[in-house]
């Protein structure tokens, strides 16, 4: 400790050996006895030694740089960084009740879950079912239904066909032959196309221009029987070994 006449300054360094305790100097000045303290050296790991950071908190257009902290979260082994993927900030009391995603018109998570299985092979893959939502005046409508159907043309309003887009000016209709000559279609010289499906569970024969008798062409159950040009203008006639049969058939010119 040294005087110096009549200012007074006094110099005193403290030397600690403690890492925890760092050496402080004291410099105090004239009558009063005020001065300052500064930090010499601090210890390594304290926080006043880590190297801040800043964010301007300030929404509008001023500006506010403020000292910003993380958040320690309680661990195995230790505290650890909160408001990760692997250590997020929650708010249930057990730390494991599910976290809902919500929607304004309620929870998503909340929602009756519809599953199926996915897996066309022998195995079973259940997977979570989500419906197709479609643009619609008002907002969205659900997809794939006979109202709001997902289309596959580019302007939304062309017509989709079940057929041959060139077959035109069609018609339809049904016969059942049984074990007696039964005629399926008549005859039409402007027809140019014929449709003949055999939608029952019962084996036809079918022929044309004459008497249907067994042995002739077989329309099996489930079978089609497409015929164009003159084919498709002539009468068409069925019959059965046994049973009855149920043939569709559509008619159309090209």
């Not at 300054?9 to 006895?33: E, S």
Request: a negative charge; charged letters at 10%; one cysteine or more.
């Amino acid at each position: 400790m040294a005087l110096f006449g009549t200012n007074q300054v006094l110099n005193q360094v403290l030397d600690r050996t403690d890492p925890n305790n760092p050496a402080l100097r004291t410099t105090g000045g004239g009558g009063g006895g005020g001065g300052s303290v500064a930090v010499s050296s601090l210890p390594a790991g304290s926080s006043a030694g880590a190297s801040a950071q800043t964010a301007d908190y300030d929404t509008g257009a001023g500006t506010a740089n403020t000292v910003m902290q993380g958040i320690a979260l309680p661990a195995s082994g230790g505290p650890v960084a909160g408001g990760t993927s692997s250590n997020p900030l929650r708010t249930d009391p057990t730390g494991t009740t599910p976290q809902p995603i919500i929607h304004p018109s309620g929870s998503l998570a909340g929602a009756t879950e519809r599953t199926a299985d996915y897996d066309t092979g022998g195995g079973t893959v259940n997977t979570t079912l989500m419906g197709l939502a479609l643009p619609g005046a008002g907002g969205p409508v659900a997809g794939g239904t006979a109202v709001n159907p997902v289309r596959t043309d580019p302007t939304g309003s062309t017509t989709q066909p079940v057929a041959s887009p060139d077959i035109t000016g069609g018609n339809a209709g049904s016969a059942t032959p049984g074990t007696s000559d039964t005629e399926i279609v008549a005859a039409d010289p402007t027809r140019t196309e014929l449709l003949l499906v055999n939608t029952g569970a019962v084996d036809c024969y079918v022929v044309h221009g004459m008497a249907a008798t067994t042995g002739k062409f077989l329309l099996k159950a489930g079978a089609a029987l497409p015929l164009s040009g003159g084919l498709a203008k002539r009468q068409w006639k069925g019959i059965t070994s046994s049973g009855t049969a149920t043939i569709h058939y559509i008619t159309g010119t090209v």
